[in-house]
Structure formats: C-alpha cells, structure tokens
C-alpha cells in the first residue's frame, strides 16, 4: 500500500526525503494554496448531542488557533466528538453497573459476564485515537507536526552544477 501524501511543509520538516527541487516544492505549495479550504463554517453540526457538541466547541477553538481544522474537517471532526460522546456514555453505564455483570443463559443459569458495553468502549476508543491522529490530538502525533527542520547540507560543486537533474 502507497503511503499518504503530504503537505510539502511536512515534508520538508522531515528532511525532503524525496528529494524535491525549489521548482517541486515551489510548484506544490502554490497548488496547496489554491486547494486551502475555507474556515469559515467550521460549526458543530446538528445531529451531535449535547456532550458532543460542548467537545467539538472546545477542540474547534484550538484547532482553529492552530490552523488545523477548516470546513471541510467539520465532519471528521465531529465524527470524533459523536465517538467521544459515546465513550462518555459507555463509562457512566459501567461506573454505575460495574464491571461485571449478572448473565442468564438459555439454560437459565446465571453467570457473571464481563460488561458487554467493555467491548463497545474499546471500539469507540479506537476510533476516537485514529481520529485523533488525524487531527494532531495526541502527544505523539503534536510531536510529529513539530518536528525541527534538517539544516541543509552545504552545497558541493557536484550539487550546484546538477542538484537539480538528480
């Protein structure tokens, strides 16, 4: 499977590992530019529900700060906060249930079980971490967006002569 594609910022801060002339790079970033989104209806849509919404409020602030969410983010992004919402839910029915719970079977035995919302709340955990990759929510992800420029190597004699053609 081919890697994503990404911005040429990014790709620049991780050292022009494909090795991109000024001509390229200059060529992508002005296509970026034209392809940049919008920003101005970045609002939580109706559907979310309360504890939803709050969360695409809160994380719309600060993502908007940093120039990571536009309109057409507003989806995945609520998707994250539908997910979160859920989670929410799934935890206080737990917390207020317990961990184990009592099970009749067909056979009308009784049996403790494992929470059957436990299975529920590690799917919505894993889509809320993949989302939050996504959108630079984690540690390590925040990590990876800001990692430092390479220093450019001097140019040799060989790199000015050919250091476009290679």
Request: hydrophobic share 35%.
């Amino acid at each position: 499977m081919a890697r994503r594609a990404m911005p040429v910022g990014m790709h620049l801060i991780n050292g022009n590992q494909s090795r991109l002339t000024k001509k390229e790079i200059d060529q992508r970033q002005e296509a970026e530019e034209r392809l940049k989104p919008k920003k101005n209806k970045v609002k939580p849509p109706s559907w979310l529900d309360k504890v939803a919404k709050a969360e695409f409020n809160r994380l719309a602030k600060e993502l908007a700060e940093l120039e990571l969410v536009t309109n057409i983010d507003v989806n995945a992004l609520a998707t994250y906060c539908d997910a979160y919402s859920d989670y929410v839910q799934c935890t206080k029915i737990i917390q207020d249930e317990g961990l184990v719970v009592e099970h009749t079977n067909k056979a009308g035995e009784t049996n403790s079980v494992p929470h059957p919302l436990l299975t529920k709340k590690k799917q919505l955990h894993d889509q809320m971490r993949s989302l939050a990759i996504e959108f630079g929510l984690t540690p390590s992800a925040r990590a990876g967006l800001a990692k430092p420029k390479k220093e450019p190597k001097p140019q040799t004699a060989f790199d000015m002569a050919f250091g476009d053609r290679v």
